[in-house]
């Protein structure tokens, strides 16, 4: 990972000067410039590896002009830590700089963050939010420290939302307050702010969940309940009796929520958002109505249900109650081809929200459906599922799904084409998909999302103003992915108990096989290896390998150690081991595989498999017969194999017959090697399966391999997510990510992420660097 080492801040007020200041301790060079600097602005950002963004929003786009201008390229990670929305467009702050810089990473800082208890080193917490992963990891590292923790996300629009929103509330709870209204009233007034500021995100297409994050409500909190906050004393000062201009004098600093304030007042009257705090708080900034008028008024609104949509068995209702309201509304999807063809189910997957599916993507479908791989299979459901819904009622009216959402295709109209932006070319699918979205987006009272897995669809999305999403149904945040082990530390008796009595009971939350180290609390190079069982919540030794190794092979490193215990144990049926190029997953897998099926005969016949994806390149035709053909994506296991089986040494010394000792193996049908194509309506039974590269496979794969594992078999997959052939999986996204996750709560699954490389120094270095 890059490391950033200079960073230019432009804004030299409070926070810009706060962030410096966190930079600079964590050893950064710091460079800070404002409207009145007498360094220039090319100066300050020349050669930075962070330009951060810390001026107030009334600022903020002419100053991303003035940069924009200077055409220093496109290497430096932007960081966005203004609050606020754009009165034109209600652009957030990083919206507002992705105009101006769509080819630079855009990163997002936002949290509970009062800067003068920051500055005065008192401890905080903040989020960077970004879609690019790297980019954040990079902002992340360089703010973290030891009193201020820094936490990533991939929402940076819900974050900055939240960030801006709560500045509005704040000067309403201040004028609470400044009225003495007492801490019902505050909680009340603070609780219904949330159901507004959920609303709004609903409206512009934020994830629910970051809301109730650190720059959600972490910093409705911060502001909302802390005299430091400028916005909160802005409406303690109108509380008073001051003028708008007085307390803003008298504040000397940016309060952002009289802006965003009047933005959102605007955006409730012309798009019919019920927003009546913001609406309140911009009418009394505006000296139309007086502190006691707008307490009443919101007071005096009509009653209603606190949870609109009560009794209804949707997974909004096992959300806190203030939020089930703005998810009353619903938000029409369109869906992309590439979306069905990764999963025909998605169909099912938008709660009660509507969906649309351009008649674009039924004519794409229809191309693919002849195929034979796992693309023509999807083409083909998709067929039938929608054949199967005519029967409810006409598509192009609109049928209901079992959620409540309405599917409907959506014909082309030629003014849609009509009214793509110039330079988009009409008779292209996908422009013809976002004509669709986007006079959907005008036709409709309800947000509209285009949901596509084509990254450039999404920034044309963006360019024209549509909101698009990646679909996500499936995908598990690979950094944040179980890696199966955990450390606990222990008082060295417990140590003792463990290794007297071969277990010891433990209190704590632990997955179902999760290998732990056990640590002596008062001497922590001493440690001992177990297994957490969670039938009797007790964690266990690990199973010892015979002394000459497992197929002559020996665990290299504690990882190995854990691997091995799990592919060993015939209780666990479904082992899935992660790990970069080099770390052994497929040596170890198939070394247990052998023993398991020449030595202890506990399976019949060891099945090695892997998806065909070639790497780089394809080679075109091949000649020869079948295996002759296949010989090239199978020879990775062929290695594995002639090393174990050669008892090979590390120094590539094998002997001679080598070969003939698998193919010996496959003569006695003890081995089979196959490509995965071969495995799709067979069933399996007593057999030590391994899948290798299943990081190629997509989640839909996964489930068709394993669900045809018959009785008394045993699967193990193994990958590496960042070796992904395969266009349409990412680290994320990928069968073998998915099931890592979905299993890590069974008692028949083990996991492990194996992080140190055993091939050379060299693969290993190479796996870390390239
Ligand atoms: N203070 C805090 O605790 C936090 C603030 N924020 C956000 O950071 C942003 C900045 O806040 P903060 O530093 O506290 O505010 P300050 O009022 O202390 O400083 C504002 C900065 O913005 C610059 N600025 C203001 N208007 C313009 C303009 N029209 N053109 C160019 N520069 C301009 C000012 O320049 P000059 O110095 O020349 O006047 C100054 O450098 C706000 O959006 C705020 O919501 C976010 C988290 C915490
Ligand atoms: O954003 C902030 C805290 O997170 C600062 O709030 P104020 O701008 O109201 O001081």
Known sequence: MQEAKVAAILGAGAWGTTLAQLLRSNGLEVRQWSRRSETS?????????LWIMAVSMAGLASVADQVAALQLGDRAIWVSATKGLADLGWRTPSQVLSDRFPLQPITVLSGPNLSKEISQGLPAATVIASRDRHAAAVVQQAFASDRFRVYTNRDPLGTELGGALKNVIAIAVGVCDGLCLGANARSALVTRALAEILR???????RTETFFGLSGLGDLLATCTSPLSRNYQVGFRLAQGESLAAALTAIAATAEGVSTARVLAQLASREGLELPIAACVAELLDNRISPTTAIERLMARDLKAELVRENQNVASNTLPLAIAEPLAMKKTYVLDTNVLLHDPMALFRFEDNDLVIPITVIEEIDRFKKDLNERGRNARQISRLLDGFRSKGHLIEGITLDHGGKLRVVMLEKTFLEQLPSGLIANANDNAILAVAL?????????????TKDTNLRIKADATGLCAEDYESDKIDFSELYSGTAEVYLAPDQLQVFRREGGLDLSGEFFPNQALTLVDETNLSHTLLGRYRASDRR???????????????????REQQFALDLLLDDNIQLVTLVGKAGTGKTLLAVAAGLHKVADERHFSRLLVSRPIFPMGR???????????????WMQPIIDNLDFIL?????????????QQNYQDLMGMNLLQIEPLTYIRGRSIPRQFMIVDEAQNLTPHEIKTILTRAGEGTKIVLTGDAYQIDNPYVDAS???????????KNEAIAGHITLERGERSPLAELSANLL
């Open 439 to 451: 006079a959907l987006q005008q036709q409709n009272g309800q947000p509209t999302i285009l949901v």
């Open 618 to 632: 394809d080679l075109g035709f091949l000649p020869g017969d079948l295996q002759e053909k296949l010989a090239p």
């Open 646 to 658: 050669g008892g090979a040494n590390n120094n590539g010394d094998r002997p001679s017959n080598k």
């Open 200 to 206: 709004v995100g609903a409206y512009f297409g934020a």
């Open 41 to 49: 602005l090319a100066a300050t950002l020349a050669e930075a590896d």
């Open 733 to 743: 996204s990928n069968g073998l990510t998915y099931v890592v996750e979905k299993f």
């Open 539 to 557: 964690v266990v030794p690990l199973i010892q390998p015979p002394k000459m190794g497992i197929s002559r092979i020996h665990a290299r490193n």
